[in-house]
DNA sequence: GTAATTTAAGTTGTGCACAATTTAATTGTG
DNA sequence: CACAATTAAATTGTGCACAACTTAAATTAC
């Protein structure tokens, strides 16, 4: 028998009829399933820690991205973080409701908001400097192992991005 | 200076003040950020394949489920995928109203729902059988890589899963 | 220089995820 | 048996993600 294995990553062997599918829409062989799950696990153990500082986890990205480097784009603030305008413009909003962020206008151009952070979001840094860690002991791996899955994941990013042109 | 590097996975080596503290809140450090993005567009790559199912990923899921195994009830089904009653309730409805799914109730208890599949769901199992395979051409990676990348994320997820205790 | 095209951001609508709460059925305890 | 505690599912409300579309400004082409 060729080795047709498809997505799934069970064994190939086989007793009863059809099984090669049955094992390729098993749930216990989804690496998208196990990659979701993570995910949403991950965004769940932010929450406690997060909610410390009334942030969200998408918020908490923005505000990343905004202390390393102010005045982007809404479009550069989106390709750093692959979500779009539909996204990103309610949760500026809503940050800028919160006071931390002020959502400017280029004078180059009128299309572009400027984003920047006002004295609050930047004081903001100082408090969630400890979530890194909290949340490293939260997952509990060595390093290698996360240096190991977070290379996956960007490869897996990298090549789901390409298959799309 | 001790390690006492942060969740980030920057190096240590820093010029500038509170370099330590920048490089774990620095985007390209984050674990966190590469899974939630790797995430994301894994369910954005399925759309396509599943636009002709008529199903979203999560409704894909749940038929994943019901394909492998019938009569379960909405806490069984909550307990496989990770999801809550709050998700589920009214995804089933959804998946009902398309007549893909029953939502029957239990004889020895009034409270659980017996969720089982119409015809039309057992039959939408062969439409679904290639997607497995169409998908991890668009992932492109090795089968050991893909092993390795769902070993990594169950035991992340068996980690955060304990962390709440 | 004006019309066509492109681009940035915003809007609308759908479907998750999840916290918090509610409802109703079942189980446990005195 | 009664009544407290537990459990299963549903409900409500918030905030993403994203597709599809709209608006308006800038760029390009002729």
Redesign the interface.
């Known amino acids: 028998m060729p080795n047709s294995?498809?997505?799934?990553?069970g064994n190939t062997s086989h007793t009863a009829e059809n099984t090669q599918?049955?094992n390729?829409?098993?749930?216990e062989n989804?690496?998208?399933?196990?990659?979701?799950?993570?995910?949403?696990?991950?965004?769940?153990?932010?929450r406690p820690m997060l909610d410390k500082l009334d942030l969200t986890?998408p918020q908490y990205?923005v505000m990343?991205?905004l202390?390393?480097e102010q005045g982007i784009s809404v479009k550069t603030l989106g390709d750093?973080?692959?979500l779009d305008s539909g996204t990103l413009t309610p949760l500026l909003k809503r940050l800028e409701s919160k006071g931390l962020v002020s959502r400017g206008r280029s004078d180059q151009d009128e299309r572009v908001r400027v984003l920047s952070l006002t004295s609050a979001g930047q004081a903001l840094?100082l408090e969630?400097?400890e979530?890194?860690?909290?949340?490293?002991?939260?997952?509990?791996?060595e390093?290698e192992?996360?240096?190991?899955?977070?290379s996956?994941?960007?490869?897996?990013?990298k090549?789901?991005?390409a298959?799309?042109e």
């Open positions: 294995e498809l997505s799934s990553l599918a049955d390729a829409l098993c749930l989804q690496v998208c399933f196990s990659l979701y799950s993570a995910a949403n696990a991950m965004v769940r153990a932010y986890y990205l990343l991205v202390w390393q750093k973080l692959f840094k969630a400097s979530i890194p860690h909290l949340m490293r002991c939260k997952i509990g791996a390093i192992d996360l240096k190991a899955l977070k996956m994941c960007d490869k897996a990013l090549q789901l991005h298959s799309i």
